[in-house]
């Protein structure tokens, strides 16, 4: 009887470790399929910010609509970012130095000087770029120091828009982040070039549409 009772009970066990092994692969490949929302922007292009390139960017300020072109002139990792600022009003030269473009946590849009080695324009630091990456939060000020506000990323993605020479590019891959109250919004391409392609600060926007090679 111990025989008889013993063989149904095996062919159960077995039964369920079979089911069991079988739920366990299901659910290993329904993880490994799942895209996560992290790696997506891999998928997109980014802009490679090389001596003599130019970024066009719309500013909507009180419903008037004017561009900034930034052409980088020298771009280092010992001396910094040195960039030509051109708007209606002329080309203005700024300098970003090594500091300014790993560490700064200050924006000022306000007054561009010659040299800039606390305070980034159009680029985010790579400190501020790494904490939001890394922590998921990074505290900034978007007004020359005189109040702070606290980004916090929200997603990555890989579809904004800048024309080309060559045409339309819909894939550049950017991280998206916001204050708590959603006023200030920023669209930072991700990588190693921390370029800023859309900047809502409340009272502005800020819109990279053109992306322009040496010589173009």
Known sequence: MAYICQEPL??????FTVALTTLFLLLNISII?????????L???????????STIVDVDYNNQISQMTFTVKENSNEKGLAVDLTTAEGKRPFY??????????????????SLLDDRTIAWVSQKVYKELEKKGEAKISINGGNSWVVL??????YDFSVKTKAGMRNDISYMYCETDDSVVKFWIQTGENPLILKMDLGWALMTLKEFKMAGE
């Open 10 to 15: 095996t062919n159960t066990m077995k039964t």
């Open 33 to 41: 399929a799942q895209p996560t929302q992290d790696n997506d922007f």
């Open 43 to 53: 998928k997109g292009s980014t802009l490679i910010s090389m001596v003599g390139t």
């Open 96 to 113: 970003m130095s090594n500091n300014a473009v790993k560490n700064a946590v200050i924006m000022d849009y306000q007054s561009v000087d």
């Open 152 to 157: 916090k990323r929200k997603y990555y993605n």
